[in-house]
Every structure is written in C-alpha cells, then in structure tokens.
Nanobody, 125 residues
Framework: VQLQAFGGGLVQAGGYLRLSCGAPDDTLSLYVMGWFRQAPGKEREFVATISRAGVRRYYADSVKGRFTTSRDNAKNTVFLQMDKVKPEDTALYYC???????????????????WGRGTEVTVSS
C-alpha cells in the first residue's frame, strides 16, 4: 500500500497542527495505522497507533494528552491532531500501515511493513 503523510509545517510552541495520511487506493480501512517521527540526529520513534475501526488507540508517553489520532475510513484518511506542541515535537512525521492481528498492538517500527514519505513539522519556541 502506498502512503503519503501531509499537513506538516511551521508552528509556534503551544499551537496546533493536524497531519493527515492517505493512500491513492481505497484500502486504508484494511490496516492498522501507526504514526512515527524522527527528529534531527535521533532515531525514529513511535508516536501513536490506531486500530482498523479506530476503537483502540495508543500513544507514546511524550505525546499522551496532547496528540490524538483518528481515522475516517470512508474518506480513506488517518489523522494526527497535534495540540499544545513543543519544540521537542520538531521532527519528520511518518505514517505506516500493517495488517491487523486480533488482540495485538503494534508499537515498534519493525511491526510496520508499509511506510509513506514523511511530512516535516517544525515547532518554534
């Protein structure tokens, strides 16, 4: 599956930004979706994941309470709402997909075989 994350940009600390992730074909509803980010000079890290139906969501501790992931399967789109952003949220943000496994939660980069090109988020202080 081909993915594309978009919606990044420059935002002031304390502000908000909404990222989206889509695919050219109508298949996103078949996959568990994950959000990851990679800051300059650092390894890529988990941000959030959402189940196929959007019922189960998990977040990294660093973004819990500030970021919300959701999805609109009818529109073949997954979202990452970023509120109260901090300078340390500056990174290249990626969306990723994988097949669902009943009862399983996927928090590792290696869990996801399908990746899109990232979108850059810069938070100014």
């Amino acid at each position: 599956v081909q993915l594309q994350a978009f919606g990044g940009g420059l935002v002031q600390a304390g502000g908000y930004l909404r990222l989206s992730c889509g695919a050219p074909d109508d298949t996103l509803s078949l996959y568990v979706m994950g959000w990851f980010r990679q800051a300059p000079g650092k390894e890529r890290e988990f941000v959030a994941t959402i189940s196929r139906a959007g019922v189960r969501r998990y977040y990294a501790d660093s973004v819990k309470g500030r970021f919300t992931t959701s999805r609109d399967n009818a529109k073949n789109t997954v979202f990452l709402q970023m509120d109260k952003v901090k300078p340390e949220d500056t990174a290249l943000y990626y969306c990723a997909a994988r097949e669902s496994v009943t009862g399983a939660t996927f928090l590792r980069e290696s869990d996801y075989p399908y990746w899109g090109r990232g979108t850059e988020v810069t938070v100014s202080s």
